[in-house]
């Protein structure tokens, strides 16, 4: 054979698969019938990524219950920029973004994997925006003390997708129908927040008292479930205008944000549950939602 054929053959066939992992990936990530579910998980103290408690072995639950993901993309409340950005390493970091904690919290690594190829092939379908291909940030504490739970052979590749913290509610309810199609390709995709985070008004006194809410977060979060039940997902974008309730618990919205995100995937078709439905410290929620 001609050396010229046998180079336009390779190009042709497995020498250009090998030379272009996304090939191969979007290969794996083939459009099925069956779309995964999508979570918004209450994360609540970063202390739940160590402890054997009703949330973690709730979140160990749904990891053996939900059908093995090919990834997960996570919307954490932890990572806010200027700018869409998502994680495009080999290798995320775990991130220890917190303080005062045990020294074994802050042993604590999540050696998962993640996927150039996946970033690439989601930054393309959201065209909204540009994504940015991020290689400095990792995996912070609204990812892994929760998927290293749910998947804790750390298996499974795990990539972040940030929020824009100069855009307003609305533009992240929309930019999270854009990801649609990953749920069919086998991408498990979560936001991990709080419905209700008032840090500076938390009774610190009775973090161990259960379910103990003030009565305004027990409110505002019924009336959270009645919107997300209902399908009035314009009433949470327009939170603000929603009674008093709500501003006291999202003072500032990062941890409502992911949120919306699970709820702009969301589909007539699905159907919504809760779980960890707990109050803590009065002021906080751990209220989570699957959708699907």
Same mark, same amino acid.
């Given at each position: ?171 992240? %309810? ?81 941890? %409502? ?36």
């Amino acid at each position: 054979m001609k050396r010229s054929n046998f180079i336009k053959l390779a190009i042709g066939g497995t020498t250009m698969m090998a030379l272009n992992p996304l090939y191969n990936w979007s290969k794996d990530l083939k459009t099925t019938d069956t779309k995964l579910p999508v979570l918004f998980i209450g994360h609540g103290s970063p202390m739940n990524g160590i402890e054997d408690n009703e949330f973690s072995r709730t979140w160990t639950k749904y990891g053996k219950e939900i059908p093995r993901p090919k990834a997960v993309l996570v919307v954490s409340a932890h990572w806010l920029t200027n700018g869409t950005h998502i994680t495009a390493m080999e290798n995320p970091k775990t991130i220890h973004d917190f303080g005062g904690f045990p020294q074994a919290l802050f042993d604590v690594q999540y050696p998962a994997k993640g996927s150039p190829e996946l970033a690439q092939e989601t930054s393309k379908l959201i065209t909204s925006t540009q994504v940015e291909l991020d290689h400095d940030w990792g995996l912070d504490h609204g990812t892994w003390t929760v998927v290293r739970h749910m998947y804790p052979n750390a298996d499974i590749p795990v990539l972040q997708l940030s929020i824009d913290y100069t855009k307003p509610p609305q533009y992240h %309810y929309d930019l999270a129908k854009e990801l649609a199609s990953l749920r069919k390709k086998g991408v498990l995709i979560i936001g991990s927040g709080n419905m209700v985070h008032n840090l500076r008004m938390v009774a610190w006194d009775k973090l161990n008292e259960p379910e103990f809410g003030y009565d305004w977060a027990h409110e505002i979060n019924q009336v959270f479930k009645d919107k997300i039940t209902f399908g009035d997902a314009q009433s949470l974008i327009a939170y603000e205008k929603l009674d008093s309730a709500a501003k006291l618990a999202i003072p500032t919205p990062d941890h %409502y944000y992911p949120l919306l995100y699970t709820l702009g995937l969301q589909d007539k078709t699905d159907s919504v549950s809760f779980f960890n439905d707990k109050a803590v410290g009065g002021s906080l929620t751990m209220t989570s939602v699957k959708i699907g």
